[in-house]
């Protein structure tokens, strides 16, 4: 059974922005760490950017810092992950995943609950 769906990728020109949300009708995601991945062809899934459900501390790929903001809202239905300045590396399917643990690395191996994925694209 489908619990997270993402939506909001596609494609951007480099510099744009775009605003990705994950959204539940199942959990609470209040009570779960988040987080944002993608996998981009030929290569390993990573962890993007996530929060942990211990004290809502961030952590975000060093290649993103800066561009990246997570965050979640809509009465704990929905996460999300706003990318400005976007740039061709950025290409990827982003996926957004959920985890029971207080304070987790951010790495896809600790997430248990995984939405279908979104493509984003950013090339001119």
């Known amino acids: 059974q489908v619990q997270l769906v993402e939506s909001g990728g596609g494609w951007v020109q480099p510099g744009g922005s775009l605003r990705l949300s994950c959204d539940t009708s199942?959990?609470?995601?209040?009570?779960?760490?988040i987080g944002w991945f993608r996998q981009a062809p030929g290569k390993e899934r990573e962890g993007v950017s996530c929060m942990t459900l211990k004290d809502e501390s961030t952590d975000y790929l060093d290649s993103v810092k800066g561009r990246f903001t997570i965050s979640r809202g809509n009465a704990g239905k929905t996460m999300y992950l706003h990318m400005n300045n976007l740039k061709p590396e950025d290409t990827a399917v982003y996926y957004c995943?959920?985890?029971?643990?207080?304070?987790?690395?951010?790495?896809?191996?600790?997430?248990?609950?995984w939405g279908q994925g979104t493509q984003v694209t950013v090339s001119s």
């Open positions: 199942r959990l609470t995601l209040e009570h779960y760490g």
């Open positions: 995943a959920a985890d029971l643990e207080l304070k987790s690395p951010c790495r896809p191996g600790f997430y248990e609950i």
